[in-house]
């Protein structure tokens, strides 16, 4: 093969390497679930080479057999007929016991992949497009708290979550620890999972919801369970007001804008419901469910005008001086 051509294909053959490891792969287990997953998958992908290597080969037998006795056909007619029962029995009988072995497998496998823990974490996640609202819930109301588009759990532990719409059907799914499930209207689906190693992995909606769908995605942090427990302690305060004049000019702004119509900051006036909770979102890692890392220039962007960075989302582009931008700017990076 000319040099040439073999560079040329070299980028396509490792291609499919791409989708083997990282934080969204479901080849890169990181959750007992997803574990289970990868073993049931590859000993179908194991028996189903295995059976089609045999059907070829018994392909290429058969026409070699063919080749040879071509002139002598009722050879090859009363071959045929002394064999031919005796073959169709010995491929039904595998048939039945590749079917009976494989479903053993997905049988086993689903006992761990839809396993419940009465002692899991409990989280409901709501899809909205195009965004993910997460709710953890504790029998202490003063311990619940609201959060978006981020996920932290502890490793070792299971996580039971409560899935819903808001509007249409979306689809839970981080490939790196379990599988997927749906978000239907009108439903409560659940799905259990555990972390096996501390780590960012990433979610996707993997139901065609909208325009934005591709747009809506969401981070699990996996964090030891003394990192959760501080994490917790600090998500179920209050937002702390700020103590710079910049920063109070930023909150005044907040309301007078009408950001606060949309969102909540607890502690706050603001007490919107119909966009994301922003009690704590500049501790957050990513902004628009995933689209863009939080940075300044990323956040203020978002503020200053939503629909460019991502089009058809709800939240309106409000006329803002460069001022006013600066400081709900400020004000929304000392929420942490």
């Known amino acids: 093969m000319p040099v040439r051509m073999r560079t040329a294909l070299v980028p396509f053959a490792t291609l499919p390497l791409a989708a083997c490891a990282g934080r969204q792969s479901a ?135 409560e899935l819903e719409s808001a509007d249409v059907i979306h689809s839970f799914w981080v490939p790196s620890l379990t599988g997927k499930m749906d978000l239907i209207t009108g439903q409560k689906n659940e799905l259990q999972f555990t972390a096996k190693n501390a780590g960012v992995y990433r979610g996707q909606c993997a139901e065609f919801c909208g325009l934005q769908h591709a747009h809506m995605a969401f981070a699990v942090l996996a964090l030891s369970a003394d990192e959760f427990g501080r994490w917790r302690d600090h998500e179920n305060q209050s937002a702390s007001s700020p103590t710079d004049p910049l920063g109070k000019q930023g909150e005044q702004q907040f309301r007078a804008r009408g950001c606060a119509l949309c969102h909540t900051i607890r502690g706050t006036l603001a007490g919107g419901q119909l966009g994301p909770d922003l009690t704590h979102v500049g501790s957050r890692t990513t902004i628009a469910a995933g689209t863009l890392p939080m940075t300044p220039a990323t956040l203020g962007g978002w503020i200053a005008d939503p629909q460019h960075i991502k089009p058809g989302n709800y939240m309106p582009k409000m006329p803002l001086q460069s001022d006013e931008l600066i400081a709900i700017l400020h004000y929304l990076e000392q929420l942490k």
């Open 27 to 161: 080849l890169d287990p990181q959750g007992l679930q997803s574990d289970q997953i990868l073993r049931t998958f590859l000993i179908f992908l194991i028996v189903g080479a295995v059976v089609w290597i045999a059907v070829l080969i018994g392909l290429c037998v058969g026409m070699l057999r063919r080749k040879r006795a071509a002139d002598q056909p009722l050879a090859l007619h009363h071959s045929f007929e002394q064999t031919t029962g005796r073959v169709v029995f010995a491929l039904g009988v595998a048939t039945l016991v590749i079917v009976l072995g494989l479903s053993i497998v997905s049988y086993a496998g689903q006992r761990t992949v839809f396993a419940k823990d009465e002692n899991a974490l409990t989280l409901k996640i709501i899809g909205h497009q195009w965004w993910w609202e997460v709710r953890y819930e504790d029998d202490s109301p003063d311990k619940s708290f609201v959060t978006a588009n981020e996920i932290r759990i502890p490793t070792g532990q299971p996580v039971k979550v």
